[in-house]
Nanobody
Framework: QVRMVESGGGLVQAGGSLRLSCAAS????????MGWFRQAPGQEREFVAA????????SYADSVKGRFTISRDNAKNTVYLQMNTLKPEDTAVYYC????????????????????WGQGTQVTVSS
């Protein structure tokens, strides 16, 4: 049973930074492509960032490109989301997701590709 636990959310002023972490257990983390998604109140869950397990290839939503950075530490079974220059519109519950793939360079932007999800962590950005 794969389990994923996010942490690092909180309240921050606009322009500030937060670093989210997602610790995975119960699976072969270094064969999981990982992603971050978010869901604001009244809105659908949307893609934020994704990373492959092999070459560390990444992909970002246009709304966060240049401000957010996804990374992973396979030795610690953890994926990170560094969020800088935060804006009020970044306020949402942030979820990490994982999918096992045999392709080391694959990442996935579609939430329906992912098999495992964390419980989410709240990020609130005040203006």
């Amino acid at each position: 049973q794969v389990r994923m636990v996010e942490s690092g959310g909180g309240l921050v002023q606009a322009g500030g930074s937060l670093r989210l972490s997602c610790a995975a257990s119960g699976g072969t983390f270094n064969r999981f492509a990982m992603g971050w998604f978010r869901q604001a109140p009244g809105q659908e869950r949307e893609f934020v960032a994704a990373i492959s397990w092999g070459d560390g290839a990444t992909s970002y939503a246009d709304s966060v490109k240049g401000r957010f950075t996804i990374s992973r530490d396979n030795a610690k079974n953890t994926v990170y989301l560094q969020m800088n220059t935060l804006k009020p519109e970044d306020t949402a519950v942030y979820y990490c997701a994982a999918v096992r793939t045999g392709y080391s360079t694959n990442y996935f932007r579609n939430q329906y590709e992912y098999a495992y999800w964390g419980q989410g962590t709240q990020v609130t950005v005040s203006s």
